[in-house]
């Protein structure tokens, strides 16, 4: 197996703008992905992520960077940095937005999984985490956005 990037894709009933606010703001992130999130959606905006773990009550808190803003068509993020600081390997999360004639095509690329130095028994952990990862959130994305936007 190449570990080098995920995709997922689908497509939702909703337009670009819709899908953009629901990819992009912590407010609309935390409905369908972490349990809390804390960012400006701004190019350079630093921010973190919260997963809060049930059965012991710990909360794993993961910094994230805001690399792209281009409404309605773009946002990506870096993640899962090897340093503190941020400065070290990360992996870079990207949404891209198509309109089609009955919504919009969200494309999910995540990168940067060889470049991060790990022995491949960790490159190959990561690698299945963040897979089984994408493919529960993915489909939540687009349950959320069916339920925002069928709301009056």
């Known amino acids: 197996m ?12 909703a337009p670009p703008e819709v899908v953009f606010e629901v990819v992009s703001r912590p407010e609309h992130m935390r409905e ?9 959606s701004v190019a350079g905006a630093p921010g973190e992520l919260f ?21 309605p068509s773009r946002f990506s993020f870096r993640w899962c940095y090897t340093d503190a600081e941020r400065r070290g390997d990360s992996l870079l999360v ?3 937005l198509v309109p089609t004639e009955q919504g919009t095509r969200v494309l999910m690329t995540e990168t940067g999984f060889r470049e991060m ?8 952990g990561q690698y299945g985490d963040h897979v089984s990862g994408w493919d529960h959130y993915i489909p939540r994305l687009g349950a959320y956005i069916a339920r925002l936007v069928s709301t009056p």
């Open 94 to 96: 990207t949404f891209d």
């Open 32 to 40: 369908w992905w972490p349990d809390d999130a804390r960012f400006k």
């Open 2 to 13: 190449e570990y080098g990037s995920i995709e997922r894709e689908i497509h939702v009933e």
């Open 117 to 124: 130095g790990w022995e491949i028994a960790v490159l190959e």
């Open 51 to 71: 997963w809060r773990d049930e059965t012991t009550g710990d909360t794993m808190t993961v910094a994230l960077t805001v690399v792209e803003v281009d409404p």
